[in-house]
C-alpha cells in the first residue's frame, strides 16, 4: 500500500502543522502516552515534583539562587525527562544534589517522597471517580474516549505507554474508562523500573507488526514518546493539554514538543473526527 503525502492539504482549525511534509494514512498502529495525553488525573505533577525537588536543595543550604531562578532550573531537566519512568527525574535530582556538593538520598527516597505528596492530590481524585462523584469525561483529555473509538473503528490496534508506575496506569485507566481499548497492550515500568523505556515498547510493537516507515501513528504530551516515535519513522501529533478545566495550547508543552520533532499540535481532541479524517487522507 503506499503511503500519501499530501503538501498542499491544509489541516482542519485547530490543528498546527508543524512538518508541511507529513505524510498521512492509512496506519496500521497509534501509540498513546498516557498522563496528559488521555488522563488529567495526575494534573498538576510538574509543580508538585519541582516544589518538591527545590524545597530539598533550600533545605540542604544548595540553592543560592533566587526562587524564580532556581524553580526555572528544575523545571527545565524535570520536563525534559517528561516520559521516562518517574525514576529517571529522580536519579536526575541526585546527580543535581551531588553537582552542588551535597551529598544525595537515594532516587528511591526521593521517588517515595514525591509520590507522597502526588497522592495528598491523586488520591481525592480517585475516591471521586470511583465514588461517581466525578465522571471519567471530567478528567480526561476533552474527548479522548471519541478518539480511541474512533480509531478502533478503523481497525487501527492501539498501545498504551506510559512512565508512570503500570499499576497505577491501569488502575487509571480503568476509573477513566479508556482501559479496555487497548486491551493488553499497556506498557510501563512495573514498582518503577527505571530500565522501562518508550523506545522499546515502540521497537517491539514495529516489529511485531511489521510495520513500514510512516505507518504508526503517535499522540503525546511528552518529549520521550515524540521522540520516540519520530526516530522509528512514524507521525507524532503533540498534545500540548492544559489543566483540568481550561481550554487552548499550553506554551510550553507546545515549545518542547516542537522541538522534539511533533509533525502536529493539537489542544485536545474536541475536533478528533475532523484531525483523523486528515490524517487518513479521506474524502
Given at each position: 500500500?503506499?503511503?500519501?503525502?499530501?503538501?498542499?492539504?491544509?489541516?482542519?482549525?485547530?490543528?498546527?502543522?508543524?512538518?508541511?511534509?507529513?505524510?498521512?494514512?492509512?496506519?496500521?498502529?497509534?501509540?498513546?502516552?498516557?498522563?496528559?495525553?488521555?488522563?488529567?488525573?495526575?494534573?498538576?505533577?510538574?509543580?508538585?515534583?519541582?516544589?518538591?525537588?527545590?524545597?530539598?536543595?533550600?533545605?540542604?543550604?544548595?540553592?543560592?539562587?533566587?526562587?524564580?531562578?532556581?524553580?526555572?532550573?528544575?523545571?527545565?531537566?524535570?520536563?525534559?525527562?517528561?516520559?521516562?519512568?518517574?525514576?529517571?527525574?529522580?536519579?536526575?535530582?541526585?546527580?543535581?544534589?551531588?553537582?552542588?556538593?551535597?551529598?544525595?538520598?537515594?532516587?528511591?527516597?526521593?521517588?517515595?517522597?514525591?509520590?507522597?505528596?502526588?497522592?495528598?492530590?491523586?488520591?481525592?481524585?480517585?475516591?471521586?471517580?470511583?465514588?461517581?462523584?466525578?465522571?471519567?469525561?471530567?478528567?480526561?483529555?476533552?474527548?479522548?474516549?471519541a478518539v480511541l473509538a474512533n480509531l478502533a473503528?478503523?481497525?487501527?490496534?492501539?498501545?498504551?505507554?506510559?512512565?508512570?508506575?503500570?499499576?497505577?496506569?491501569?488502575?487509571?485507566?480503568?476509573?477513566?474508562?479508556?482501559?479496555?481499548?487497548?486491551?493488553?497492550?499497556?506498557?510501563?515500568?512495573?514498582?518503577?523500573?527505571?530500565?522501562?523505556?518508550?523506545?522499546?515498547?515502540?521497537?517491539?510493537?514495529?516489529?511485531?507488526?511489521?510495520?513500514?516507515?510512516?505507518?504508526?501513528?503517535?499522540?503525546?504530551?511528552?518529549?520521550?514518546?515524540?521522540?520516540?516515535?519520530?526516530?522509528?519513522?512514524?507521525?507524532?501529533?503533540?498534545?500540548?493539554?492544559?489543566?483540568?478545566?481550561?481550554?487552548?495550547?499550553?506554551?510550553?508543552?507546545?515549545?518542547?514538543?516542537?522541538?522534539?520533532?511533533?509533525?502536529?499540535?493539537?489542544?485536545?481532541?474536541?475536533?478528533?473526527?475532523?484531525?483523523?479524517?486528515?490524517?487518513?487522507?479521506?474524502?
Amino acid at each position: 500500500m503506499k503511503l500519501q503525502t499530501r503538501n498542499s492539504d491544509r489541516p482542519p482549525p485547530g490543528v498546527e502543522l508543524l512538518n508541511p511534509r507529513v505524510r498521512r494514512g492509512p496506519f496500521r498502529a497509534a501509540l498513546f502516552d498516557f498522563d496528559g495525553t488521555l488522563s488529567l488525573i495526575r494534573e498538576g505533577w510538574p509543580r508538585v515534583m519541582v516544589g518538591m525537588m527545590t524545597d530539598r536543595l533550600r533545605a540542604l543550604g544548595l540553592a543560592p539562587e533566587p526562587d524564580e531562578e532556581l524553580w526555572g532550573l528544575v523545571e527545565r531537566f524535570v520536563m525534559a525527562l517528561n516520559g521516562h519512568p518517574t525514576a529517571v527525574q529522580m536519579a536526575r535530582f541526585a546527580d543535581e544534589v551531588e553537582a552542588r556538593g551535597g551529598a544525595p538520598d537515594t532516587p528511591a527516597a526521593y521517588l517515595r517522597e514525591y509520590l507522597d505528596r502526588l497522592m495528598a492530590v491523586v488520591g481525592g481524585r480517585w475516591d471521586a471517580l470511583a465514588s461517581g462523584r466525578a465522571t471519567a469525561a471530567e478528567w480526561v483529555v476533552p474527548n479522548a474516549h471519541a478518539v480511541l473509538a474512533n480509531l478502533a473503528g478503523r481497525g487501527v490496534p492501539l498501545y498504551l505507554a506510559s512512565g508512570t508506575d503500570l499499576a497505577a496506569v491501569r488502575h487509571e485507566a480503568g476509573l477513566l474508562g479508556v482501559l479496555t481499548p487497548f486491551g493488553r497492550h499497556v506498557y510501563a515500568p512495573a514498582d518503577n523500573d527505571p530500565t522501562f523505556t518508550k523506545g522499546q515498547v515502540v521497537d517491539d510493537l514495529v516489529r511485531s507488526l511489521g510495520l513500514r516507515p510512516g505507518e504508526l501513528l503517535g499522540f503525546g504530551d511528552g518529549v520521550a514518546e515524540c521522540y520516540e516515535v519520530k526516530r522509528a519513522g512514524g507521525v507524532m501529533v503533540g498534545v500540548a493539554s492544559v489543566e483540568h478545566g481550561q481550554t487552548g495550547v499550553e506554551p510550553g508543552k507546545r515549545a518542547r514538543l516542537a522541538a522534539a520533532g511533533a509533525d502536529l499540535i493539537v489542544p485536545d481532541y474536541r475536533d478528533q473526527e475532523a484531525l483523523i479524517a486528515w490524517l487518513w487522507g479521506d474524502g
